[in-house]
């Protein structure tokens, strides 16, 4: 099971940092995105690992957003820095073996999520 945590609310240009856990060693070998969903709108991927370490991201977080890998402690980080308004949204991770399906976010089970709220 995943959890997602670190959300909060926070001024324009400030930044969080998202954590994304799981029993077992699942984040270290698999594929993991952060995907949010903002009001009204459909969700997203935000930002991807590959079991390899390969990196993408939404071009509207580059540069500001970085995914990375703990595999002692089994975690997957979203550090999120110049935040925007528009960035606020539930903010979600997921794993799997297939990349492309962490991409496509084709999940049936989503988890609770964490709340991003970026004030100007």
């Known amino acids: 099971q995943l959890q997602a945590s670190g959300g909060g609310l926070v001024q324009a240009g400030g930044s969080l940092r998202l954590s994304c856990a799981a029993s077992?060693?699942?984040?270290?070998?698999?594929?993991v995105g952060w995907h949010r969903r903002a009001p009204g709108k459909q969700r997203e991927l935000v930002a991807g690992i590959s079991n390899g370490g390969g990196t993408k991201y939404t071009d509207s977080v580059k540069g500001r957003f970085t995914i990375s890998r703990d595999s002692a402690k089994n975690t997957v980080s979203l550090q999120m820095n110049s935040l925007k308004p528009e960035d606020t949204a539930v903010y979600y991770c997921?794993?799997?073996?297939?990349?492309?399906?962490?991409?496509?976010?084709?999940?049936?089970?989503w988890g609770q999520g964490t709340q991003v709220t970026v004030s100007s």
């Open positions: 077992g060693n699942t984040l270290s070998f698999n594929a």
């Open positions: 997921n794993t799997d073996p297939n990349i492309f399906k962490v991409y496509a976010g084709t999940f049936e089970y």
